[in-house]
């Protein structure tokens, strides 16, 4: 299987992409090596994308392991193009995601400017156009955090919901016996000390449900992009 990962580069040169690619340890720095695997991973592809890649450079996503592995070129001005090449498209789905973020991340930090990728994505057989899974690429950096966690709350959304009803039902309750209670009774009743204890617990859970959520929502964010599979462009 292999898929396509289109990104505008804006003004970066070669040099720029091939100073990126060096940082995120996905170059070959063996020439003779780098020269072989492009021309092994080239005649996997069909003939237009053979033609397309002709100056093109393999490079090693997580080097070390066995494929995918990957050929970069910039076939259009300011348009870099990164084949990925695997045997299992859950891996690839899996890599191409890893990908587009540690590149976008890279890119920022050595040019301090964003680079911009193609919204659509599919994942094809090797030697042909057959598609097998189409996806989009989203830049998640402007997404609000209630669109965070109206999209992505699930089980925490739940959890929120019945802690809130919990602690204002807890609260209301001690209140109540509170507005009721005989003022000449010195204690407070039996009943709402256990309501008073338990509005308390609820109102913790609800503010560390919520504190992991924008934890998690930060560390989402700040991914910048995702790749959402099954989807197409509207």
Same mark, same amino acid.
Do not use: H
């Given at each position: 299987?292999?898929?396509?990962?289109?990104?505008?580069?804006?003004?970066?040169?070669?040099?720029?992409?091939?100073?990126?690619?060096? %940082?995120?340890? !996905?170059?070959?720095?063996?020439?003779?090596?780098?020269?072989?695997?492009?021309? %092994?991973?080239?005649?996997?592809?069909?003939?237009?994308?053979?033609?397309?890649?002709?100056?093109?450079?393999?490079?090693?996503?997580?080097?070390?392991?066995?494929?995918? !592995?990957?050929?970069?070129?910039?076939?259009?001005?300011?348009?870099?193009?990164?084949?990925?090449?695997?045997?299992?498209? *859950?891996?690839?789905?899996?890599?191409?995601?890893?990908?587009?973020?540690?590149?976008?991340? %890279?890119?920022?930090?050595?040019?301090?400017?964003?680079?911009?990728?193609?919204?659509?994505? #599919?994942?094809?057989?090797?030697?042909?156009? %057959?598609?097998?899974?189409?996806?989009?690429?989203?830049?998640?950096?402007?997404?609000?955090? !209630?669109?965070?966690?109206?999209?992505?709350?699930?089980?925490?959304?739940?959890?929120?919901?019945?802690?809130?009803?919990?602690?204002?039902?807890?609260?209301?309750?001690?209140?109540?016996?509170?507005? #009721?209670?005989?003022?000449?009774?010195?204690?407070?009743?039996?009943?709402?000390?256990?309501? *008073?204890?338990?509005? #308390?617990?609820?109102?913790?859970?609800?503010? #560390?449900?919520?504190?992991?959520?924008?934890?998690?929502?930060?560390? !989402?964010?700040?991914?910048?992009?995702?790749?959402?599979?099954?989807?197409?462009?509207?």
């Amino acid at each position: 299987m292999r898929l396509l990962v289109s990104c505008n580069i804006g003004s970066a040169s070669q040099a720029d992409i091939e100073r990126i690619f060096r %940082e995120l340890g !996905w170059l070959v720095e063996d020439p003779n090596y780098a020269a072989t695997m492009l021309d %092994e991973l080239t005649s996997q592809l069909p003939a237009d994308a053979q033609a397309q890649v002709q100056n093109g450079q393999a490079f090693a996503f997580k080097p070390g392991t066995v494929p995918p !592995w990957g050929i970069a070129s910039t076939e259009m001005s300011r348009n870099l193009r990164m084949r990925l090449l695997g045997k299992s498209i *859950d891996r690839l789905q899996e890599e191409a995601d890893d990908m587009v973020r540690k590149f976008a991340a %890279e890119f920022l930090k050595q040019r301090n400017e964003e680079c911009t990728f193609e919204r659509a994505l #599919t994942i094809r057989t090797r030697d042909s156009e %057959e598609e097998l899974v189409a996806g989009i690429i989203e830049n998640v950096s402007n997404v609000s955090p !209630w669109g965070y966690f109206r999209e992505r709350g699930g089980v925490e959304k739940v959890a929120l919901i019945v802690t809130f009803i919990g602690w204002l039902s807890c609260l209301g309750i001690s209140l109540g016996m509170y507005a #009721t209670q005989d003022n000449k009774v010195s204690e407070e009743p039996y009943w709402r000390q256990y309501a *008073d204890r338990a509005s #308390t617990a609820f109102a913790i859970a609800f503010i #560390t449900i919520l504190v992991n959520m924008a934890y998690r929502y930060k560390t !989402w964010r700040g991914a910048r992009y995702r790749i959402q599979w099954g989807k197409r462009p509207e």
